[in-house]
């Protein structure tokens, strides 16, 4: 099946699919990305091409189209499942209409909210896991402003935690086997400078 994804607030979650409701059409052309599962989303193609990815590969086939002259391409995002494709259309759909303010280093407040718009604030917003896999997903798809709002999701939600909290979100263990044990001498051994025989 192809969703089409024209406004993100039109399509609720149904057991991991997605179904389209009152969708508006669009003049814009169409581009689908399917992800690893196979899930075809509609996108237009101004807010799919927010990924350098998307970009560089409609316009090396941009004779590609059908006949009534909307384009048909399919890209596969092979690395990204269907609910974190549908996460990251959802952002570039957005970005369309509202431009993300551009995060800037020093971060200048430990507050999300200070540093993008409030839509942005809520978008970050999501569990550890699914924060990771969007970081992962922008850097895949070539898509910066994402990828930046992802990273200060994930640097705001580790800003004072503690070793052992960031194991657990990291999902890290602190047991240690005698064989890694024995490997990390091992790799420390091999580190130390090597005395040099010295001459009389």
Same mark, same amino acid.
Request: glycine share 4%.
């Given at each position: 099946?192809? @969703?089409?994804?024209?406004?993100?607030?039109?399509?609720?979650?149904s057991?991991?699919? @997605?179904?389209?409701?009152?969708?508006?059409?669009?003049?814009?052309?169409?581009?689908?990305?399917?992800?690893?599962?196979?899930?075809?989303?509609?996108?237009?193609?101004?807010?799919?091409?927010?990924?350098k990815?998307?970009?560089?590969?409609?316009?090396?086939?941009?004779?590609?189209?059908?006949?009534?002259?909307?384009?048909?391409?399919e890209?596969?995002?092979?690395?990204?499942?269907?609910?974190?494709?549908?996460?990251?259309i959802?952002?570039?759909?957005?970005?369309?209409?509202?431009?993300?303010?551009?995060?800037?280093?020093?971060?200048?407040?430990?507050?999300?909210?200070?540093?993008?718009?409030?839509? @942005?604030?809520?978008?970050?917003?999501?569990?550890?896991?699914?924060l990771?896999?969007?970081?992962?997903?922008?850097n @895949?798809?070539?898509?910066?402003?994402?990828?930046?709002?992802?990273?200060?999701?994930?640097?705001?939600?580790?800003?004072?935690?503690?070793?052992?909290?960031?194991?657990?979100?990291?999902?890290?263990?602190?047991?240690?086997?005698?064989?890694?044990?024995?490997?990390?001498?091992?790799?420390n051994?091999?580190?130390?400078?090597?005395?040099?025989?010295?001459?009389?």
């Amino acid at each position: 099946n192809t @969703y089409a994804l024209t406004t993100p607030n039109s399509l609720f979650w149904s057991t991991r699919r @997605y179904a389209a409701a009152e969708i508006m059409t669009s003049a814009d052309e169409q581009v689908i990305l399917v992800s690893k599962e196979n899930e075809k989303f509609s996108v237009p193609v101004t807010a799919a091409k927010l990924s350098k990815i998307v970009e560089s590969t409609i316009d090396t086939n941009d004779d590609d189209e059908h006949e009534d002259g909307k384009t048909l391409m399919e890209i596969p995002m092979k690395k990204v499942s269907g609910a974190i494709l549908y996460k990251v259309i959802e952002y570039c759909t957005h970005h369309q209409a509202e431009p993300m303010t551009e995060i800037t280093t020093p971060l200048k407040s430990s507050r999300i909210e200070d540093m993008v718009q409030p839509w @942005y604030a809520g978008f970050i917003r999501v569990e550890h896991g699914i924060l990771f896999e969007l970081v992962a997903a922008a850097n @895949y798809m070539d898509i910066k402003p994402l990828l930046d709002l992802a990273c200060l999701g994930v640097a705001v939600m580790i800003k004072g935690k503690s070793a052992e909290d960031l194991r657990n979100i990291l999902n890290i263990s602190e047991y240690v086997t005698p064989e890694q044990q024995a490997e990390i001498r091992q790799e420390n051994e091999m580190d130390q400078p090597q005395p040099q025989n010295q001459e009389d």
